[in-house]
């Protein structure tokens, strides 16, 4: 696709379910981001992947949060038991190569998730 | 990891450029700075990154200081669908590992009034 696409854009899940949440990268995009972004807040890092590999995962939150990219493309971040303090907008952003510092990260709109 | 210190919100005349200043006091030799906005209900947008050079594209200028500490961005000419919150990131790479990450600060809540 021509961006990087995200889905549901909005999910709004009881408190205690299991979520997923969807990222298609550019095609041929090595490094894939996962963030968080609180209302009102900056995004913060959560995990990153070079292809199938998620070299860095420092920023999840808690063992209920898990994400992987089994082929090395789609993506996928998945909670557990979500709790109220898990609402906030969930992006995912893309990048061609992962060597040289100077490549820009491509976003997507962002998943909306709303714990009731 | 470098931070970055921006105003919480500025505004802007339509028409007008648009000056957004970041301090970024303990960025280190190999850090880049990069510059992303957001508009309401979108993901951050990529507009121009430097080292130490200033830079120009076809949205925007960035003037790094010489003593790398500080830099702004311009916006030449801003119109209403500039209004966004523009964030300044340094930039950490770690080449080993070949893995990278933006660290987003509040950013900068510009708003261009007509």
């Known amino acids: 696709g021509a961006g990087v696409s995200q889905s549901p854009r909005y999910k709004v899940a009881k408190r205690g379910q299991d979520v997923a949440l969807r990222c298609d990268p550019i095609?041929?995009?090595?490094?894939l981001f996962w963030y968080q972004q609180a209302l009102g807040q900056g995004p913060e890092f959560l995990t990153y992947?070079?292809?199938?590999?998620?070299?860095?995962k420092s920023g999840l939150p808690s063992d209920r949060f898990f994400a992987e990219r089994p082929e090395g493309s789609v993506s996928t971040l998945k909670i557990q038991r979500t709790q109220q303090e898990d609402s906030a907008v969930y992006l995912c952003?893309?990048?061609?190569?992962?060597?040289?510092?100077?490549?820009?990260?491509?976003f997507g709109q962002g998943t909306r998730l709303t714990v009731v | 990891d470098a931070k970055t210190t921006q105003p919480p919100s500025m505004d802007c005349a339509e028409g007008r450029a648009a000056n957004l200043p970041c301090n970024h006091s303990?960025?280190?030799?190999?850090?880049?700075v990069y510059w992303y906005r957001q508009i309401h209900s979108q993901g951050p947008q990529y507009i121009i990154h430097?080292?130490?050079n200033n830079e120009t594209n076809e949205m925007a200028s960035l003037i790094i200081t010489e003593d790398r500490k500080s830099s702004t961005l311009i916006l030449p000419h801003a119109t209403l669908r500039d209004t966004a919150v523009y964030y300044c990131?340094?930039?950490?790479?770690?080449?080993?590992?070949?893995?990278?990450?933006?660290?987003f600060g509040s950013g900068t809540k510009l708003n261009v009034k007509p």
């Open positions: 952003a893309s990048s061609l190569a992962f060597r040289s510092p100077i490549t820009e990260a491509f």
């Open positions: 095609s041929g995009h090595v490094s």
């Open positions: 992947f070079q292809n199938e590999a998620q070299l860095d």
């Open positions: 303990t960025i280190s030799g190999n850090e880049y």
């Open positions: 430097g080292l130490k």
């Open positions: 990131i340094v930039r950490v790479a770690f080449f080993r590992y070949n893995f990278n990450k933006f660290y």
